[in-house]
């Protein structure tokens, strides 16, 4: 039985360390975001197609991050209940 609360409080410790990362790095993604369109908005000598890829990049890499976290919060939920008896 102390083993099964064990293994259940490093699923646990694994998913708040997961959490803490992954916000940090949203965080990062969104600051670059931030900076990357304002200087893009500054930048008028960029044409329209490069800007258009740049945001398509950008749409990806949310999208990218986005089911990241779907599949991570589903993987250690799915591991919760394993541990839960």
Same mark, same amino acid.
């Given at each position: 039985?102390?083993? %099964? ?9 694994? +998913? !708040? *360390?997961?959490?803490? @990362? ?8 969104? %600051? ?9 908005? +500054? !930048? *008028?000598?960029?044409? @329209? ?37």
């Amino acid at each position: 039985m102390e083993q %099964q609360k064990i293994a259940k409080q490093m699923v646990e410790f694994g +998913q !708040a *360390t997961f959490n803490n @990362a992954f916000n940090a790095n949203t965080l990062f993604q969104e %600051q670059f975001e931030h900076v990357a369109n304002t200087v893009l908005d +500054q !930048a *008028t000598w960029i044409p @329209a197609e490069g800007r258009k890829i740049i945001d398509s990049w950008a749409a990806t890499a949310k999208t990218g991050r986005d089911n990241l976290k779907k599949y991570m919060d589903d993987s250690y939920k799915h591991a919760q209940n394993i541990f839960a008896g």
